[in-house]
């Protein structure tokens, strides 16, 4: 019985050995399927190759196309992308509290030459990446002191006055008018003086609560920064320690028009709650201070809605175009996993190259505008078109200046108290304080900044 037991475990030695490594027909019929784990292997090993994506998103008004096209890029490659939206205003403090914990973004926003000073140790050298080779222009792109792509834009934008040349042509204007201050406060005066009879206001809402004094503290800002960069000759490359003000004047002027001219009296903006792309679309008011994130909002209303530059005072601003350029830059963190980088940038080159996603980025409702990208989809945003028009007409382009506002989240908090200072009492001396917080407090946040 021994001997049978002992002969029958050899035989099963012997054919296991033939399947492992034989010559013989078993083992050679066997083999595929020895090797189909090898062959699925990437499939089962991507998710875990290709790490995961979490981006930091600077732009509230872009959150659901956001969370849908990380929705669609998971569903496609099986990768994890989460996407975070900081509220408005508060995206330093946000990336900041972030980036302490056990898993920061992947995926954030450098978007000034203040940031880069900040950030820039964060940042990977984004030179000769895919997504980078994708750029059709390097006008969006930031280095450091060393020349080491930091970040690179993703969308460009406008920004300026938004109309509605029906109400215009209502309350018996042409928008032939609105090509100076002049012409514009002859006609918003005039619609607000007989707002009651027309039923409709010049301006809406301009509240100053979070989720909306940028509007008024960094976009028309801007036009004080801009106009005093071009008395120095050039374009800021880097913040100055110091501002004049010299513009002050013509950025009460346009912001004095706004506010007296609302459906909203300037004393109820401090706190906020109204909705003025609401307002807007839906007729009640003619002009909206905003940008062209906005016009796939505004145009379910007001389909042919434009936008004019911020008319102000200035000597021949007849020949103003609106106010274009960026602060959505894209920057992969230095110090994420390997694995999580290569997730984090295969993701931004789907981004800029897929067609459906990229319409969805371009062209959605509260999306991104125009994406430098060769592949990426073409623009149908009317603002933008406007934007193209004024420049190829020969009118100067106003850069985004207020990019360089130092230390700008304390910078604009400060600013923001004095307009609601000046707004409850429109005299000389709160405006006084208001111009102290522009350029005294300017310089004050630099020394803050730069010491």
């Known amino acids: ?6 002969l029958l475990l050899s035989l099963a030695m012997v054919f296991a050995l033939a399947a492992c490594g034989g010559s013989s027909a078993p083992a050679a019929t066997e083999a595929p399927a020895a090797e189909a784990p090898a062959e699925e292997a990437p499939a089962e090993e991507a998710p875990a190759a290709a790490g995961s994506v979490y981006w930091l998103n600077f732009k509230p008004e872009a959150d659901d196309i956001l969370q849908q096209v990380a929705g669609m890029y998971t569903e496609e490659t099986g990768v994890p992308v989460k996407v975070v939206t900081a509220a408005s205003g508060t995206y330093n403090q946000t990336l900041t509290s972030e980036m302490d914990k056990s898993s920061p973004p992947t995926m954030f926003v450098i978007g000034n030459k203040a940031a880069v000073d900040e950030w820039g140790d964060y940042a990977l050298d984004l030179t000769g990446t895919a997504v980078a080779n994708e750029l059709n222009t390097d006008a969006y792109n930031l280095y450091d002191d060393s020349g080491k792509l930091v970040s690179i834009g993703y969308c460009y934008e406008c920004y300026g006055i938004i109309v509605n040349p029906d109400l215009v042509a209502q309350a018996g204007h042409s928008m032939d008018e609105l090509v100076n201050f002049e012409g514009l406060k002859t ?11 027309l039923g409709f206001d010049a301006f809406t809402s301009n509240d100053m609560d979070s989720s909306s004094s940028w509007r008024y503290t960094g976009h028309m800002a801007n036009l004080e920064y801009y106009y005093e960069e071009q008395d120095a000759g050039a374009a800021w490359t880097e913040c100055p320690a110091t501002i004049t003000g010299a513009y002050m004047d013509n950025f009460r002027n346009l912001y004095d028009l706004c506010v007296n001219n609302s459906l909203v009296d300037r004393a109820d903006l401090a706190t906020g709650g109204h909705d003025a792309q609401n307002e807007f679309k839906t007729g009640q008011a003619a002009f ?7 016009y796939g909002g505004v145009a379910e209303g007001v389909p042919n809605a434009t936008m004019i ?7 021949g601003e007849e020949k103003a175009g609106l106010n274009c350029g960026t602060e959505n830059y894209w920057a992969v963190n230095a110090k994420a996993s390997e694995e999580d980088q290569k997730a984090t940038l295969d993701f931004m080159y789907w981004c800029v190259t897929d067609p459906e996603a990229s319409e969805l980025l371009v062209n959605g409702a509260g999306a991104f505008g125009v994406m430098p990208y060769k592949q990426a989809a073409a623009s149908t945003n009317a603002f933008l078109a406007v934007a193209n028009d004024y420049a190829a007409k020969g009118c100067y382009v106003m850069d985004w200046a207020t990019n360089y506002q130092p230390n700008v989240d304390e910078y604009r908090a400060v600013l923001v108290s004095a307009m609601n200072q000046y707004n409850a009492d429109p005299s000389d001396a709160n405006w006084e304080t208001v111009v102290t917080a522009f350029v005294a407090g300017w310089a004050t946040q ?3 900044v730069n010491g």
């Open 288 to 294: 909206y201070v905003q940008g062209s994130w906005e």
């Open 309 to 315: 530059p911020y008319y102000c005072g200035v000597e």
């Open 446 to 448: 630099y020394q803050a």
């Open 187 to 197: 006609v918003a005066e005039d619609i607000h003086a007989r707002a009651a009879e």
């Open 1 to 6: 019985m021994k001997k049978i037991l002992a």
